[in-house]
């Protein structure tokens, strides 16, 4: 079972920076491909922030385009998020996703999975 673990959530005041990070665990056999940062705000849907690909491309949402860098370890199974020049409207809880691919069975069938951490909160004061 593969397990994400966020980190690096708090309070900064506009215009500071912070930097999540997240472990993915219990992958191993497996194949970790894209790897991304969401966001949601009570009553609000969750967003997608930023993503990267095994092959390392990314895309981010227009609203943190300039501001956020998204960088993985594929080594580590670790993924990153920089996040620069906050605002207010950035404050939410950010949640690491990965989606994990395994082989289930001799004849190489393969079955792709979407896993979630728990979240870290990011509050950012005007």
């Known amino acids: 079972q593969v397990q994400l673990v966020e980190s690096g959530g708090g309070l900064v005041q506009a215009g500071g920076s912070l930097r999540l990070s997240c472990a993915a665990s219990g992958s191993s056999g497996g194949t970790v491909n894209t790897m991304g940062w969401y966001r949601q705000v009570p009553g609000e849907p969750r967003e997608s922030v930023a993503a990267i690909t095994k092959y390392g491309s990314t895309n981010y949402a227009d609203s943190v385009k300039g501001r956020f860098t998204i960088s993985r370890d594929y080594a580590k199974n670790t993924v990153a998020l920089q996040m620069n020049s906050l605002k207010p409207e950035d404050t939410a809880v950010y949640y690491c996703?990965?989606?994990?691919?395994?082989?289930?069975?001799?004849?190489?069938?393969?079955?792709?999975?979407?896993?979630w951490g728990k979240g870290t909160l990011v509050t950012v004061s005007s």
């Open positions: 996703n990965a989606d994990v691919t395994v082989v289930v069975n001799v004849e190489g069938a393969t079955r792709t999975k979407e896993y």
